[in-house]
């Protein structure tokens, strides 16, 4: 079955700490990749996304994500958390030819002024 | 404004009663989806629709049912036969097949609690 896994499940970190989040999926076709972030009580939204190209894709906030295509993995990163990036974070990935968008678990992410 | 519109935002329910969910959209988006988030699951996919008139079933379809008569709006029935209902249900759409380089865009959810 397809999968997408996120590996940290909580993450809590003090302000301007580097943050990197895991996204690894298991579909071996071309792929698109998505990071969503869901802020308390607000709609998911789109952080960043990566179709084709140069595999470092920059977001909005400062966040940015690898995509490495030999370790089925496209992690998130931003080198320095702010308080307002206490959020949940969700890796999706949709297949080049499906109509399906396949979700991570989430990463609860909390940080500590 | 444009955007995906899911109402209500908080519903309550008794046990063995069908509800339905409503999701409008006015972004003229030809695809629509409907997910369930529970914590520590994700989200997973109940039901999507690529056109009006059409759609399929997702991963967790069973106990729920959907009609897409229009473009814009995408009604989630769940029935009696769901047996763990209560959730956070997503509404979500893409403006052409998914396969265009499209991203998904969410509407605010719906709580659903049946007591």
């Known amino acids: 079955a397809q999968s997408v896994s996120q590996h940290n499940h909580h993450v809590i970190l003090s302000e301007a700490a580097s943050l990197e989040l895991g996204c690894n999926y298991s579909?071996?076709?071309?792929?698109?990749l998505f990071w969503y972030v869901q802020y308390p009580g607000q709609h998911l939204q789109l952080l960043l996304k990566?179709?084709?190209?140069?595999?470092l894709v920059k977001g909005i906030k400062g966040f940015e994500a690898e995509f490495i295509k030999s370790k089925f993995s496209f992690n998130l990163r931003k080198p320095s958390v702010q308080w307002s990036d206490t959020a949940e974070y969700f890796c999706a990935v949709n297949l080049n030819t499906g109509n399906q968008f396949y979700f991570g678990t989430g990463t609860s992410l909390t940080v500590i002024p | 404004d444009g955007g995906i519109t899911q109402s209500p935002k908080y519903l309550f329910r008794k046990e063995g009663q069908n509800v339905t969910l409503s999701c409008e959209q006015n972004?003229?988006?030809?695809?629509m989806y409907w997910y369930r988030q529970d914590p520590g699951q994700g989200l997973r996919l109940i039901y999507y629709?690529?056109?009006?008139?059409?759609?399929q079933k997702g991963d967790i379809a069973e106990g729920y049912s959907v009609s897409r008569e229009k473009k814009e709006s995408f009604p989630l029935t769940v029935t009696s036969a769901q047996k763990n209902p209560t959730a956070f249900y997503l509404c979500?759409?893409?403006?052409?097949?998914?396969?265009?380089?499209?991203?998904?865009?969410f509407g605010p959810g719906t709580r659903l609690t049946v007591l």
């Open positions: 979500a759409s893409t403006p052409d097949r998914p396969s265009s380089y499209n991203e998904q865009f």
């Open positions: 629709s690529q056109i009006v008139n059409d759609f």
């Open positions: 972004l003229n988006h030809d695809a």
């Open positions: 990566y179709f084709s190209g140069d595999p």
């Open positions: 579909y071996g076709g071309t792929v698109n």
